[in-house]
């Protein structure tokens, strides 16, 4: 069983940063892709960014802003967000997968108001 536990949310204002985190647990986590999705009231939810090896994809409404990265033990993911705009507001997930299921972190809320 795989448990993902995310960090990192919060309030900030336009133009700020933020970085989230999340904390894989389970075997061999380490050879699965991982990645970040929002979903913002009333939209359906979206990528963010996924990382498997050394493959990163990334949403086009976030590509020059964000950058995922995983730490060397593979375990844990992170998102480091930048020039954040009030339509970055959404609840944000991890998500892990692999090729017979599926696991997603309870979500982290980013809210971007001045």
């Known amino acids: 069983q795989v448990q993902l536990v995310e960090s990192g949310g919060g309030l900030v204002q336009p133009g700020g940063s933020l970085r989230l985190s999340c904390v894989a647990s389970?075997?061999?986590?380490?050879?699965?892709?991982m990645g970040w999705y929002r979903q913002a009231p009333g939209k359906e939810r979206e990528l963010v960014a996924t990382?498997?090896?050394?493959?990163?994809n990334y949403g086009e409404s976030v590509k020059g802003r964000f950058t995922i990265s995983r730490n060397k033990a593979m375990n844990t993911v992170h998102l480091q967000m930048n020039d954040l705009k009030p339509e970055d507001t959404a609840v944000y997930y991890c998500?892990?997968?692999?090729?017979?299921?599926?696991?997603w972190g309870q979500g982290t809320q980013i809210i971007v108001s001045s």
């Open positions: 990382i498997r090896h050394g493959d990163i």
């Open positions: 998500r892990l997968w692999t090729n017979v299921q599926d696991y």
């Open positions: 389970g075997r061999a986590i380490g050879v699965w892709p």
